[in-house]
């Protein structure tokens, strides 16, 4: 007499005869067959008892794939019974399961728990195909009936919240929202991501598995911006501890993976490799999700929002990630580089050392150079000239725009970062000079940001502060920004200089264009334009009026700084003297203040060598000649 369980096993069966055969067992002492490993554990093998017995029960998308599982590992085929727990999974499987999207997802989602044994009954690779093989159709049908019906509304049997979102694209989190400025990047193509209804069902797999999924999506032509979308949303699920949205949040996410490693692994193994720290354990999966979704990137360029990348590379910097990841992530960034802020480009460093920056500046400038490289590249291949007026296509224009939006970025970056006080003047420097300086319309900004650099750098050596002031061009400075660097006592004494400079010269100008009415045309003073003069009447007075008052306020101006020049001189011949007295007592050259000395003669415009040129030309006229006079 057989038992049913013996009847419908083969292996159950083989494993008893054995004990039979060997004849080891007696009544006090019985044979026990052991299964260590069994696929679903002791509530599948439940439901296999049931089943052998003809007790019902129910078979659903959470079990089928255990059970399917279990009855291979225990080689329960219709050989051995007829209709057996294989042909009813089978049956199941192909007539409820495999034809719809969500309950596939699922089935595969519970292979996680019996892998190797699934992969054994080629249910994954089943499962993977049917996934991207409906929701490549699903996509076809959709494009196909919005052509058909001029994209109208499409009658789907889907409930209302899946045909909304396959309608209409829907990000994942407000933190990863397209960004606000809904322009172009520049000579790119702008395509937005969608997140379709079943980027929220794959988000459920294990990393290894969705790789998979996504890989066969890949394959079999699911469109590139549905692609991003389930990476975005898969993202937002496994790493959403990362972004700060609650412990509560945090605790279920880890707990997933932590649980899977557990199951894959016997506890001794986890011991050996990881010891009892689970933030280390949960680190080391994270990092390892984090990599394979970045190596998942699609390679559209501009496909994702700026603000994900972002995102990505902090994680990747936290969980220090391979090298090669956060390259590819900065390279991403920099390609549209025209839609990030300030606020964007303020990544921490990591707190290693307390000596370092706050902020990671080598990064910012890696990002820059890529962009500065990309457009460089673009430039070279549209052979466009900036300065061309004629641009059917608005290439030129866009190119133009895109640049000075990043300049103007970096600039507030500079501004940001400037009070850092670990923040070295080379670096700060080295960003600057990334920019260039022909899409500067003005120098204001970059002023300001030098201005806190050196307020939050006093001990700076004066080679440190020509090195970070030299970028500065005096000439696209506001009257404001000469009038406060005039008087600003951090900045060097050339760059005083400069800007004195350049201010009497803006000043020549205005005299010289408002010093003659009498010219035809109009002239420009501070922004503002006067018509030409009319010779009759209270107009031409009261033009005169303003241009006196005008004069009178530009003179002052002058004597001003003619006043602070002196004052500068005088600042610098004493400095020179005291140099001069420390030379002298520890035998040191004074040639580095003399040049200096000379240099500065040279740009000082209010010097008085003119003065004695014209006194030495006059020494060097032939006295006059004398004529002898007679008296006739």
Same mark, same amino acid.
């Given at each position: 007499m057989q038992f049913p369980l013996m009847k419908k096993s083969l292996r159950i069966r083989r494993l008893v005869g054995e004990e039979l055969n060997e004849g080891n067992f007696t009544m006090s002492s019985p044979a026990v067959i052991e299964f260590t490993n069994f696929p679903g554990g002791p509530e599948t093998f439940e439901l296999l008892i049931k089943?052998?017995?003809?007790?019902?029960?129910?078979?659903?998308?959470?079990?089928?794939?255990?059970?399917?599982?279990?009855?291979?590992?225990?080689?329960?085929?219709?050989?051995?019974?007829?209709?057996?727990?294989?042909?009813?999974?089978?049956?199941?499987?192909?007539?409820?399961?495999?034809?719809?999207?969500?309950?596939?997802?699922?089935?595969?989602?519970?292979?996680?728990?019996?892998?190797?044994?699934?992969?054994?009954?080629?249910?994954?690779?089943?499962?993977?195909?049917?996934?991207?093989?409906?929701?490549?159709?699903?996509?076809?049908?959709?494009?196909?009936?919005?052509?058909?019906?001029?994209?109208?509304?499409?009658?789907?049997?889907?409930?209302?919240?899946?045909?909304?979102?396959?309608?209409?694209?829907?990000?994942?989190?407000?933190?990863?929202?397209?960004?606000?400025?809904?322009?172009?990047?520049?000579?790119?193509?702008?395509?937005?991501?969608?997140?379709?209804?079943?980027a929220e069902k794959l988000s459920l797999l294990r990393i290894d598995l969705y790789q998979r999924v996504f890989t066969a999506m890949k394959a079999s032509g699911v469109r590139a911006e549905s692609l991003a979308g389930s990476l975005m949303k898969y993202a937002e699920s496994s790493l959403k501890h990362l972004h700060g949205q609650g412990n509560q949040g945090a605790s279920v996410m880890m707990s997933a993976p932590f649980t899977t490693a557990i199951r894959l692994k016997t506890k001794h193994h986890l011991d050996i490799n990881f010891g009892h720290n689970h933030?280390?354990?949960?680190?080391?999966?994270?990092?390892?999700?984090?990599?394979?979704?970045?190596?998942?990137?699609?390679?559209?360029?501009?496909?994702?929002?700026?603000?994900?990348?972002?995102?990505?590379?902090?994680?990747?910097?936290?969980?220090?990630?391979?090298?090669?990841?956060?390259?590819?992530?900065?390279?991403?960034?920099?390609?549209?580089?025209?839609?990030?802020?300030?606020?964007?480009?303020?990544?921490?460093?990591?707190?290693?050392?307390?000596?370092?920056?706050?902020?990671?500046?080598?990064? !910012?400038?890696? $990002?820059? #150079?890529? +962009? &500065?490289?990309?457009?460089?590249?673009?430039? *070279?291949?549209?052979?466009?000239?900036?300065?061309?007026?004629?641009?059917?296509?608005?290439?030129?224009?866009?190119?133009?725009?895109?640049?000075?939006? !990043?300049?103007? $970025?970096? #600039?507030? +970056? &500079?501004?940001?970062?400037?009070?850092?006080? *670990?923040?070295?003047?080379?670096?700060?420097?080295?960003?600057?000079e990334k920019l260039p300086s022909h899409f500067r319309a003005m120098d204001d900004g970059?002023?300001?940001?030098?201005?806190?650099?050196?307020?939050?750098h006093p001990y700076l050596t004066d080679v440190e502060k020509r090195k970070v002031c030299k970028l500065l061009d005096c000439q696209k400075l506001s009257r404001e920004a000469c009038f406060h660097a005039a008087q600003n006592e951090r900045l060097p004494v050339e760059m005083l200089v400069k800007v004195?400079?350049?201010?009497?010269?803006?000043?020549?100008?205005?005299?010289?264009e408002d010093e003659s009415p009498h010219q035809e045309g109009s002239y420009n003073y501070g922004g503002y334009s006067l018509n030409k003069i009319s010779n009759t009447g209270s107009p031409r007075m009261d033009t005169l009026s303003r241009l006196r008052q005008k004069n009178k306020f530009l003179k002052e101006e002058v004597a001003k700084l003619q006043l602070r020049v002196a004052e500068l001189e005088k600042e610098n011949t004493e400095l020179k003297l005291g140099e001069m007295k420390t030379i002298v007592a520890s035998g040191n050259s004074v040639r580095f203040f003399s040049s200096v000395s000379r240099r500065l003669g040279r740009m000082n415009p209010f010097s008085s060598k003119h003065k004695d040129a014209a006194k030495q030309r006059d020494h060097c006229l032939p006295p006059p000649r004398q004529r002898r006079h007679s008296v006739s």
């Open positions: 089943f052998c017995y003809g007790i019902n029960f129910e078979m659903t998308t959470l079990n089928v794939a255990n059970l399917r599982c279990a009855a291979e590992f225990l080689e329960m085929i219709d050989e051995h019974g007829e209709e057996n727990i294989i042909t009813h999974t089978e049956t199941f499987l192909s007539e409820i399961v495999f034809r719809s999207l969500d309950k596939t997802v699922e089935v595969l989602h519970s292979c996680e728990h019996v892998l190797s044994m699934a992969e054994e009954v080629k249910l994954v690779n089943r499962c993977i195909d049917v996934i991207a093989s409906k929701i490549y159709h699903e996509q076809q049908k959709l494009s196909n009936r919005l052509q058909a019906e001029g994209n109208h509304s499409i009658p789907w049997n889907y409930n209302s919240t899946h045909l909304r979102e396959l309608q209409s694209a829907i990000l994942p989190t407000p933190n990863w929202n397209q960004d606000e400025d809904s322009t172009p990047v520049p000579h790119t193509i702008n395509r937005r991501v969608k997140v379709d209804w079943w933030k280390t354990i949960q680190q080391h999966e994270q990092r390892n999700v984090l990599e394979t979704i970045i190596s998942l990137l699609p390679t559209e360029n501009n496909l994702f929002p700026i603000s994900f990348l972002l995102s990505l590379l902090r994680d990747a910097i936290a969980l220090d990630t391979t090298v090669a990841c956060q390259l590819d992530l900065e390279r991403r960034i920099g390609l549209q580089l025209e839609r990030v802020t300030a606020n964007d480009l303020l990544i921490p460093t990591l707190p290693s050392d307390t000596d370092d920056a706050m902020y990671d500046v080598d990064l !910012v400038q890696r $990002v820059l #150079v890529n +962009y &500065l490289q990309q457009d460089e590249n673009f430039k *070279n291949e549209h052979n466009f000239s900036l300065n061309s007026d004629s641009d059917e296509n608005g290439i030129s224009l866009n190119y133009q725009k895109g640049i000075r939006k !990043v300049t103007e $970025v970096i #600039v507030q +970056y &500079l501004a940001e970062i400037a009070a850092d006080a *670990n923040l070295r003047a080379a670096k700060f420097a080295a960003i600057a970059l002023y300001r940001a030098i201005d806190i650099f050196l307020k939050a004195l400079y350049c201010e009497q010269m803006r000043i020549r100008n205005a005299l010289v």
